[in-house]
């Protein structure tokens, strides 16, 4: 993962973590937990394969592996992995 001017550092929530609320960053970010709410970032998602989203997504690209539930708007790429499950509307420039 590529972070933005943070040194290749990016932001995660654990799969022992249950979130509610909305973030922002300028980072990437991965996630291995549970989230409802909203995220928004300049770099990239990454929803995990145990991962379980609800809410909205902006971000440049984003890469699904588990569940997720709302809008995703992406800038450019959204690569979906095997067995991930999207239920929602998305906006994206390339599919992958």
Same mark, same amino acid.
């Given at each position: 993962?590529?972070?933005?001017?943070?040194?290749?550092?990016?932001? &995660?929530?654990? !799969?022992? @973590?249950?979130?509610?609320?909305?973030?922002? $960053?300028?980072?990437?970010?991965?996630?291995? %937990?549970? *989230?409802?709410?909203?995220?928004?970032?300049?770099?990239?998602?990454?929803?995990? &394969?145990?991962? !379980?989203? @609800?809410?909205?997504?902006?971000?440049?690209? $984003?890469?699904?592996?588990?569940?997720?539930? %709302?809008? *995703?708007?992406?800038?450019?790429?959204?690569?979906?992995?095997?067995?991930?499950?999207?239920?929602?509307?998305?906006?994206?420039?390339?599919?992958?």
């Amino acid at each position: 993962m590529k972070g933005l001017e943070t040194n290749g550092q990016y932001s &995660k929530i654990d !799969k022992n @973590t249950i979130l509610s609320g909305s973030i922002k $960053a300028q980072t990437d970010i991965r996630i291995d %937990g549970i *989230l409802e709410g909203d995220v928004e970032t300049s770099g990239k998602v990454i929803i995990g &394969k145990e991962a !379980k989203v @609800t809410g909205k997504i902006l971000c440049e690209n $984003a890469d699904i592996e588990g569940v997720f539930k %709302g809008e *995703l708007t992406a800038s450019g790429i959204l690569s979906l992995k095997t067995g991930c499950n999207i239920e929602g509307e998305i906006r994206i420039e390339k599919l992958i």
